[in-house]
């Protein structure tokens, strides 16, 4: 069975720009979150999707946004990129739905610079 | 106070010996438990998963959950030069939204 992948793997980016960021989930898996991980703070949940539908939201501000589709894939996006949102930014699926908890399985995540 | 304390270490132990990494947590509604490996450049790794209070083992590796204490640990029996890595341990009160230690570094020593 296939891994989480997530597109890309490495991204450079100028301050002001706005980034997209892709996750494919395990197949079967309907719930996608996305963590923002950095050497001082570690793993911060930013948010997670079920069924094309945001169930949870962590302390981000506005400028990260994500969505997914009909087919459980999981795009996040980063408007007006600051300096800070230099980070690995890791996507993580699991089998969890309305009613039952599951494991999560992360991706290697993207490598996002903001210079 | 942050949700989740984990001490950052690092730690290091000589290959063969019996590694315990801890993880301390304030919210008593938790009861989803993982333990993550993550090695440099990766995206972690499933380790353990556990619901509410107990012992999981699997292989080299025993996961504690003591909700009274508000405690967990892992325990890595035998340890290897190839279990050097980062540990993370998360956490969840309803098992959709996981808040995760800073984690420990672990070299194990040939």
């Known amino acids: 069975k296939a891994g989480v992948t997530q597109t890309p793997r490495y991204l450079i980016k100028t301050r002001g720009q706005q980034v997209t960021l892709s996750c494919s989930p395990i197949?079967?898996?309907?719930?996608v979150s996305w963590y923002q991980q950095t050497p001082g703070q570690g793993l911060q949940f930013l948010f997670e999707?079920?069924?094309?539908?945001?169930?949870n939201k962590g302390n981000f501000p506005g400028r990260f946004s994500g969505r997914q589709f009909s087919n459980s894939r999981s795009e996040m996006n980063v408007s007006t990129l600051e300096l800070g949102d230099s980070a690995l930014y890791l996507c993580?699926?699991?089998?969890?739905?309305?009613?039952?908890?599951?494991?999560?399985?992360f991706g290697p995540g993207t490598r996002l610079t903001v210079t | 106070q942050k949700e989740v304390e984990q001490d950052p270490g690092p730690l290091s132990v000589p290959e063969g010996a019996i590694v315990s990494l801890n993880c301390t947590y304030s919210?008593?509604?938790?009861?989803?438990f993982m333990w993550y490996r993550q090695y440099s450049r990766k995206g972690p790794e499933l380790l353990m998963y556990?619901?509410?209070?107990g012992n999981k083992e699997d292989g080299r590796f025993t996961a504690q959950v003591d909700k009274s204490s508000k405690y967990i640990s892992l325990f890595i029996r035998d340890s290897q030069p190839s279990d050097s890595a980062t540990y993370l341990c998360?956490?969840?009160?309803?098992?959709?939204?996981?808040?995760f230690g800073t984690g420990t570094s672990l070299t194990v020593i040939p």
């Open positions: 993580a699926s699991s089998r969890t739905t309305m009613f039952s908890s599951y494991e999560q399985y």
């Open positions: 197949s079967g898996h309907r719930s």
């Open positions: 999707y079920f069924s094309e539908t945001q169930r």
């Open positions: 919210n008593s509604a938790f009861q989803y």
């Open positions: 556990t619901y509410s209070s």
């Open positions: 998360a956490m969840s009160a309803t098992g959709n939204q996981f808040y």
